[in-house]
């Protein structure tokens, strides 16, 4: 099966601020690379897809980038309704395995 | 609009079975692969199975393989998890989820339900 690793598990930023999270497969997984945002209580979102893609909806300050095994999800500028948890997943090969998330915080 | 709703959920005892619901609308259920995915209290997501359009290609995660059975009938627009031998472990919500190939070249979840929530207790 194919790990992926999320880093960091947790941050703190402020509004406006500009956040990175990275996703590490353990194999190339080329570009099947998806994130998708979670808030409390609420059923996960894709955000992100083919490691690049945007889904419909989804406002601009968010972006992805990366192939084989590295990959980074960017927020340009934090918005408040951005705090939520992130989590990267690989669909290259079944299972379809997810990161650990990463938890966006307001400092 | 696409809607998956999932029923099921319950209070179950270790050892014990469930079985889950899907039921989809608003798409060609039989044109769409489907997944289970869950997720422990305070914990990260966790894809268990996947069933092919037709039912004829199934995959498992290891920590349900040999316990739970997934089927769906495109008749009913539905799909199912059977899940036996439950454990402690097993405590969670159980999400249905719709998945999309994109040319090719990309596949993601693009719909999720509400979820249904999952507790084998004593």
């Known amino acids: 099966d194919i790990q992926m690793t999320q880093s960091p598990s947790s941050l703190s930023a402020s509004v406006g601020d500009r956040v990175t999270i990275t996703c590490r497969a353990s194999?190339?997984?080329?570009?099947?690379l998806n994130w998708y945002q979670q808030k409390p209580g609420k059923v996960p979102k894709v955000l992100m897809y083919?490691?690049?893609n945007l889904q419909g909806g989804v406002p601009s300050r968010f972006s992805g980038s990366g192939s084989g095994t590295d990959f980074t999800l960017t927020i340009s500028s934090l918005h408040p309704e951005d705090f939520a948890t992130y989590f990267c997943?690989?669909?290259?090969?079944?299972?379809?395995?997810f990161g650990q998330g990463t938890k966006v915080e307001i400092k | 609009e696409v809607q998956l709703v999932e029923s099921g959920g319950d209070l179950v005892q270790p050892g014990g079975s469930l079985r889950l619901s899907c039921a989809a609308s608003?798409?060609?259920?039989?044109?769409?692969?489907m997944h289970w995915v869950r997720q422990a209290p305070g914990k990260g997501l966790e894809w268990v199975s996947y069933?092919?359009?037709?039912?004829?290609?199934?995959r498992y995660a290891d920590s349900v393989k040999g316990r739970f059975t997934v089927s769906r009938v495109n008749a009913k627009n539905s799909q199912y998890l059977q899940m036996n031998s439950l454990r402690a472990e097993d405590t969670a919500i159980y999400y249905c989820?719709?998945?999309?190939?994109?040319?090719?070249?990309?596949?993601?979840?693009?719909?999720w339900g509400q979820g249904t929530p999952v507790t084998v207790s004593s």
């Open positions: 989820a719709r998945g999309k190939s994109d040319y090719g070249d990309s596949y993601y979840f693009d719909y």
């Open positions: 997943q690989q669909s290259y090969s079944l299972p379809y395995t």
């Open positions: 608003g798409f060609t259920f039989s044109s769409y692969e």
């Open positions: 083919g490691a690049s």
């Open positions: 194999q190339t997984i080329y570009k099947y």
């Open positions: 069933i092919s359009n037709s039912g004829s290609s199934i």
